[in-house]
């Protein structure tokens, strides 16, 4: 398996998309190779600006604190990178989920640029495949004119995680905080519904793709376990929403689950395997572009990223 790592600048518009990132690296790409002419690429959509409580609120402060301070976490914000996963296996060009678009955060919606500056067009997507429907995953499924940005692609996600942005109750059981989540949901899904089919838990959904539920961040998240053999991936979305209390502290509750005590066991249980198999793993808001592998330390887990 090789992998290259590098920073590609393109442009007036990767100028801009710099400096709104406070001159943080907008194209942190990375590239696995899996053999059998599969490649697995990541593509940044910028980065999020979140408060800190809205994942470390649940959380003890005196157990926390000992990893925040060995990660360098400081302060009010966090600011978590979005990887979007490509895979290319010479007949397909696969994306994992849409980032944000234009509508969400000003920090995000650079995936349109990251394509560019990596020689693909919108139009060139075989396959676009949701872990889950949060804006930063799903927004960026339409463009300007509220069509499929990706006009040639099929769309796919799970029948669960479908079934619950779609349902007019959500809105209303969501909670306040998450009620945009709900309603822009559900319009990207109707948007795009007539190019939409849905899986299961277990299945192949793609020639060396299989999809794996890791519910708990939301009702239906999937996970993607990717390749064969040896040689093989698992993007686990926001299933692990981060490399530090997420990996050193899988068991403890954070608050950007909506089912916070599942989110915890689904996240431990997908740690427990990732580890054992010696498997890397992709993390939509991992660090580095998201490509690395857990390694087990006393009572949890340690992110290390790939080459490091």
Partial sequence: M???????????????????????????????DLGGGVRVTTLSDGNLVLPRDFILGP?????????????????????????????????????????????????????GQA??????????VTHVVFTHGHPDHLWGVLDDFDEPLFYNAAHMI????????????????????????AVGA????????????????????????????TPGHTPGHMSFQIGGGSEQV?????????????????????????????GAVTRAGLLDQIAGAQMRLIGFHLPGGGIGHAERIDGGYRYVPEGA
């Avoid at 360098?72 to 989920?97: A, K, S, W």
């Fill in 234 to 262: 698992m993007v686990v979305g926001d299933a692990i929403g981060n490399h530090h209390v997420g990996f050193e502290r899988p068991d403890l509750p954070s608050g950007s689950d909506q089912d916070q005590t599942l």
């Fill in 2 to 32: 090789t992998l290259t790592r590098r920073t590609v600048l393109r442009g007036a518009g990767a100028t801009l998309a710099l400096a709104a990132t406070a001159a943080r690296p907008v194209w942190a790409v990375a590239d696995l």
């Fill in 115 to 124: 394509l560019d500056a990596a020689g693909i067009d919108p139009g060139e």
């Fill in 59 to 111: 959380m003890p402060e005196a157990e926390v604190a000992p990893i925040l301070a060995r990660h360098g976490i400081e302060g009010p914000q966090l600011t978590p990178e979005c990887n979007v996963t490509l895979m290319r296996d010479g007949e397909r060009v696969v994306l994992f989920d849409a980032g944000a678009g234009a509508a969400f955060q000003a920090s995000t919606g650079r995936l």
């Fill in 158 to 181: 799970g029948r669960g995680e479908r079934d619950y942005w779609t349902d007019p109750a959500t809105v209303d059981s969501i909670g306040a905080a998450r009620t945009a989540f």
């Fill in 186 to 213: 559900a319009r990207r899904l109707e948007a795009i519904e007539g190019v939409t089919s849905f899986f299961d838990d277990g299945e192949e959904i793609l020639p060396g793709v299989a999809a794996r539920l």
